[in-house]
């Protein structure tokens, strides 16, 4: 296919490349050539591209046409590839924050978290309408703890809210997978707990949904899938929720997710279409849809996900609520399906930041010495956010052209939302140039699809693809027709974007982006049974997601808004490697600024309502 062949880009050396305002680099906007496709259509084009007579020059149409040749695969750069995004530890000299003893167990980590929290203030709660305000960790524990209601009363109250949700006419597909018996089991143990005065945490008795990625007992793990379980059983649980149970929560389900995790609509062909409780006729996001999902309901203050593509902080702004994803390991893959193990980090989602912080520190601990992620111990940081004293001195970086390449409700939501606090705590914003962003985009779904296949290759050999939906059989043929050759030319790219960023990282504290480029749109019935190609809408979703995971930088997204329809929008932070804290902090400024303005979703549960 010579005669077809595109020119590759030729890059500048790094260090040739002006990242300042006045920069000559141009913004690339997403150059996604390909039509929405579902049922009949999504069947048909499947067909071609597993045709061994179409497929391949189908392939090579697809990636030609989409900039894949062009801007990674005959690329010319002289940059060296850089495998995994591990950064080493550096003490940052942050502000207002507390050193944690490594050996702390994870009640004991819980415990310095709580005590960095802010004095619950009158004022904020009464400030929010009474019916928006979710209950948070601290909620649940000072009920229990009170003898208000009991974590057995809760989790009666749970079994019936999920059974009523995943019910006709809601049919919400928050759950691939939950025990009733199991949930009382857990809560009747927590209840005895907090009778003998010993809860092991502030976390006991508190439900917490796990995305159906982590291996978590007594469940399987299906990765969204019919068959992944056949032949990967889940045998024991995963670091983190190890560290979770000692805490005592009650894990109340495996969440719904995309298949594989190969998608951002949440729209799963098997186990139903996650609804975003703000408007059941449209997607929650994906791949972590149900978790962002059953916190927006009310049904748990927090869940864990995964983030290999955004995919905590995409559904999480979608849904209006925070998705928090730490640095690259920071915080043990080991019992997380392997499905992209360079991108992929558990995350947090909750409904404030505060209970963000309460489950990272549950589920932060040293790393298994066997995992691929294998890194000096580092030091952990909390931050001090009862503090009196406002962390001073930040500095956000923004890149304009980046920053506006997104609808208009959001685009005047977050700005407004960045010069609020701006304004408020006298921080300043400077602007910056990000080259490659387009580039980085494509080399991350280069990454993050070659590692899916050679994870899932044994088990591929032995499938019967009519057992995955249609949008996922069309992504596999895609990530299997990378190459090696396109594989190393992604992780030249990606060392050129860790270079970038570092740059930037010396002028500014974070970077400050939307978190999607679009809310969220509605489900097509077309599209329920066989899934959805709809990559215009998937590229505008991840356009603000990809540095976290493709570069491990942390990055969390907080709820600042509304568009006219009443969806939410969210604004990320983006910070150096390590800076947890540092994000925290600029986390809970925004939303303290924001959350009287928050709003009810039309699906909610109250758990802990007075009889």
Same mark, same amino acid.
């Given at each position: 296919?010579?005669?077809?062949?595109?020119?590759?880009?030729?890059?500048?050396?790094?260090?040739?490349?002006?990242?300042?305002?006045?920069?000559?680099?141009?913004?690339?906007?997403?150059?996604?050539?390909?039509?929405?496709?579902?049922?009949?259509?999504?069947?048909?084009?499947?067909?071609?591209?597993?045709?061994?007579?179409?497929?391949?020059?189908?392939?090579?149409?697809?990636?030609?046409?989409? #900039?894949?040749?062009?801007?990674?695969?005959?690329?010319?750069?002289?940059?060296?590839?850089?495998?995994?995004?591990?950064?080493?530890? !550096?003490?940052?000299?942050?502000?207002?924050?507390?050193?944690?003893?490594?050996?702390?167990?994870?009640?004991?980590?819980?415990?310095?978290?709580?005590?960095?929290?802010?004095?619950?203030?009158?004022?904020?709660?009464?400030?929010?309408?009474?019916?928006?305000?979710?209950?948070?960790?601290?909620?649940?524990?000072?009920?229990?703890?009170?003898?208000?209601?009991?974590? @057995?009363?809760?989790?009666?109250?749970? &079994?019936?809210? *999920?059974?009523?949700?995943?019910?006709?006419?809601?049919? $919400?597909?928050?759950?691939?997978?939950?025990?009733?018996?199991?949930?009382?089991?857990?809560?009747?143990?927590?209840?005895?707990?907090?009778?003998?005065? !010993?809860?092991?945490?502030?976390?006991?008795?508190?439900?917490?949904? *796990?995305?159906? /990625?982590?291996?978590?007992?007594?469940?399987?793990?299906?990765?969204?899938?019919?068959?992944?379980?056949?032949?990967?059983?889940?045998?024991?649980?995963?670091?983190?929720?190890?560290? #979770?149970?000692?805490?005592?929560?009650?894990?109340?389900?495996?969440?719904?997710?995309?298949?594989?995790?190969?998608?951002?609509?949440?729209?799963?062909?098997?186990?139903?279409?996650?609804?975003?409780? @703000?408007?059941?006729?449209?997607?929650?996001?994906?791949?972590?849809?149900?978790?962002?999902?059953?916190?927006?309901?009310?049904?748990?203050? &927090?869940?864990?996900?995964?983030?290999?593509?955004?995919?905590?902080? $995409?559904?999480?702004?979608?849904?209006?609520?925070?998705?928090?994803?730490?640095?690259?390991?920071? &915080?043990?893959?080991?019992?997380?399906?392997?499905?992209?193990?360079?991108?992929?980090?558990?995350?947090?989602?909750?409904?404030?930041?505060?209970?963000?912080?309460?489950?990272?520190?549950?589920?932060?601990?040293?790393?298994?010495?066997? !995992?691929?992620?294998?890194?000096?111990?580092?030091?952990?940081?909390?931050?001090?956010?009862?503090?009196?004293?406002?962390?001073?001195?930040?500095?956000?970086?923004?890149?304009? /052209?980046?920053?506006?390449?997104?609808?208009?409700?959001?685009?005047?939501?977050?700005?407004?939302?960045?010069?609020?606090?701006?304004?408020?705590?006298?921080?300043?914003?400077?602007?910056?140039?990000?080259?490659?962003?387009?580039? $980085?985009?494509?080399?991350?779904?280069?990454?993050?699809?070659?590692?899916?296949?050679?994870?899932?290759?044994? @088990?591929?050999?032995?499938?019967?693809?009519?057992?995955?939906?249609?949008?996922?059989?069309?992504?596999?043929?895609?990530?299997?027709?990378?190459?090696?050759?396109?594989?190393?030319?992604?992780?030249?790219?990606?060392?050129?974007q860790i270079q970038f960023h570092r740059n930037i990282f010396t002028k500014a504290d974070v970077i400050v982006t939307p978190t999607v480029g679009v809310t969220a749109y509605p489900i097509l019935n077309d599209a329920l049974h066989t899934g959805e190609l709809d990559y215009i809408n998937g590229?505008?979703?991840?356009?603000?997601?990809?540095?976290?995971?493709?570069?491990?930088?942390?990055?969390?997204?907080?709820?600042?808004?509304?568009?006219?329809?009443?969806?939410?929008?969210?604004?990320?932070?983006?910070?150096?490697?390590?800076?947890?804290?540092?994000?925290?902090?600029?986390?809970?400024?925004?939303?303290?600024?924001?959350?009287? /303005?928050?709003?009810?979703?039309?699906?909610?549960?109250?758990? #802990?309502?007075?009889?």
């Amino acid at each position: 296919m010579g005669l077809f062949r595109a020119k590759g880009v030729v890059y500048k050396p790094v260090e040739n490349v002006n990242l300042g305002p006045d920069s000559d680099e141009s913004y690339i906007k997403a150059n996604v050539k390909a039509p929405r496709m579902a049922g009949f259509l999504a069947k048909i084009f499947a067909w071609f591209l597993e045709s061994r007579i179409f497929g391949a020059f189908l392939l090579y149409i697809l990636k030609r046409n989409n #900039l894949i040749h062009k801007l990674v695969t005959n690329a010319e750069l002289e940059d060296s590839p850089v495998y995994v995004p591990l950064h080493p530890f !550096e003490e940052l000299n942050e502000k207002e924050v507390k050193h944690v003893n490594s050996d702390l167990s994870p009640s004991e980590q819980v415990q310095q978290a709580v005590g960095c929290l802010p004095l619950p203030s009158e004022k904020i709660v009464n400030g929010l309408k009474p019916s928006s305000r979710r209950w948070t960790v601290m909620d649940y524990s000072k009920a229990y703890s009170s003898g208000e209601i009991t974590p @057995y009363k809760v989790a009666e109250r749970l &079994v019936a809210a *999920i059974h009523e949700s995943s019910s006709p006419p809601l049919d $919400m597909a928050f759950f691939i997978n939950y025990d009733a018996e199991d949930i009382l089991r857990q809560a009747k143990e927590s209840t005895l707990r907090y009778q003998r005065g !010993e809860p092991r945490s502030v976390l006991d008795g508190v439900p917490v949904a *796990i995305k159906d /990625e982590i291996d978590c007992s007594p469940y399987p793990t299906t990765g969204g899938t019919k068959w992944l379980h056949k032949f990967r059983p889940c045998k024991s649980d995963a670091f983190c929720i190890l560290r #979770l149970r000692s805490c005592g929560v009650v894990i109340i389900g495996k969440t719904n997710m995309h298949e594989l995790g190969a998608g951002t609509s949440g729209i799963n062909p098997h186990y139903g279409a996650t609804r975003n409780p @703000y408007d059941p006729s449209r997607i929650s996001g994906g791949s972590s849809s149900g978790s962002a999902a059953v916190v927006a309901a009310g049904l748990c203050p &927090v869940a864990l996900g995964v983030d290999g593509g955004g995919s905590v902080r $995409m559904p999480a702004a979608l849904c209006g609520v925070v998705g928090f994803k730490p640095t690259f390991g920071r &915080v043990p893959h080991s019992g997380v399906l392997p499905l992209n193990w360079t991108v992929g980090m558990v995350g947090v989602l909750a409904g404030t930041i505060e209970d963000a912080l309460i489950v990272y520190a549950a589920i932060n601990g040293p790393v298994p010495s066997h !995992e691929t992620s294998v890194i000096p111990p580092t030091k952990m940081y909390f931050p001090m956010l009862q503090s009196t004293n406002s962390v001073s001195d930040i500095t956000l970086a923004r890149y304009g /052209e980046w920053f506006n390449d997104c609808s208009d409700d959001i685009r005047t939501c977050c700005s407004l939302a960045l010069h609020k606090l701006s304004e408020k705590h006298g921080w300043k914003t400077v602007d910056v140039t990000i080259p490659d962003i387009e580039a $980085m985009r494509l080399a991350h779904y280069l990454t993050i699809g070659s590692e899916c296949t050679a994870a899932l290759s044994s @088990y591929l050999e032995k499938l019967d693809i009519a057992e995955s939906g249609w949008d996922v059989r069309v992504a596999l043929s895609v990530y299997g027709a990378f190459s090696g050759e396109d594989y190393i030319k992604a992780q030249k790219l990606r060392n050129r974007q860790i270079q970038f960023h570092r740059n930037i990282f010396t002028k500014a504290d974070v970077i400050v982006t939307p978190t999607v480029g679009v809310t969220a749109y509605p489900i097509l019935n077309d599209a329920l049974h066989t899934g959805e190609l709809d990559y215009i809408n998937g590229a505008a979703l991840v356009r603000y997601q990809i540095a976290g995971n493709f570069l491990g930088l942390p990055a969390v997204t907080v709820p600042v808004g509304y568009d006219k329809k009443g969806l939410p929008i969210g604004l990320q932070f983006i910070g150096r490697p390590w800076s947890e804290p540092t994000l925290i902090h600029i986390a809970h400024a925004m939303q303290t600024l924001c959350i009287s /303005e928050y709003r009810k979703p039309q699906a909610f549960y109250d758990l #802990l309502k007075k009889d």
